[in-house]
């Protein structure tokens, strides 16, 4: 079975970075996007960051741009959201997720059939 596993969440002071890395069980997704959401307690599953199959296109919701950036590399199946300037606002449940659909990196939780377990990320004020 697929799977897809994230690490690197933790605990950090406002202002700290972070890097996330999310590696999947085979490769199946090297010709499909990826991208990571996050859910904070209480509110909906939001996107983060998507890229595209080649690595060369990435989405950004607006919260984040210029603070966090996503990369792949498709020879170890991994893709990486490196967080800088982390902010309160930040703090969740960060998960990665792989498409079987396209090679675009979309926005939508529609478009991801696989889904890690989740890493946490809290930042603290």
């Known amino acids: 079975q697929v799977r897809l596993v994230e690490s690197g969440g933790g605990l950090v002071q406002a202002g700290g970075s972070l890097r996330l890395s999310c590696a999947a069980s085979?490769?199946?997704?090297?010709?499909?996007?990826m991208g990571w959401f996050r859910q904070a307690p209480g509110k909906e599953r939001e996107f983060v960051a998507a890229?595209?199959?080649?690595?060369?296109?990435?989405n950004y919701a607006d919260s984040v741009k210029g603070r966090f950036a996503i990369s792949r590399r498709s020879a170890e199946s991994t893709v990486y959201l490196q967080m800088y300037n982390l902010k309160p606002e930040d703090t969740a449940v960060y998960y990665c997720?792989?498409?079987?659909?396209?090679?675009?990196?979309?926005?939508?939780?529609?478009?991801?059939?696989?889904w890690g377990q989740g890493t946490q990320v809290s930042v603290s004020s």
């Open positions: 085979e490769r199946t997704f090297d010709s499909y996007a």
């Open positions: 997720a792989a498409s079987t659909i396209t090679g675009t990196a979309t926005t939508s939780t529609a478009w991801y059939a696989y």
């Open positions: 890229v595209s199959w080649d690595g060369v296109d990435t």
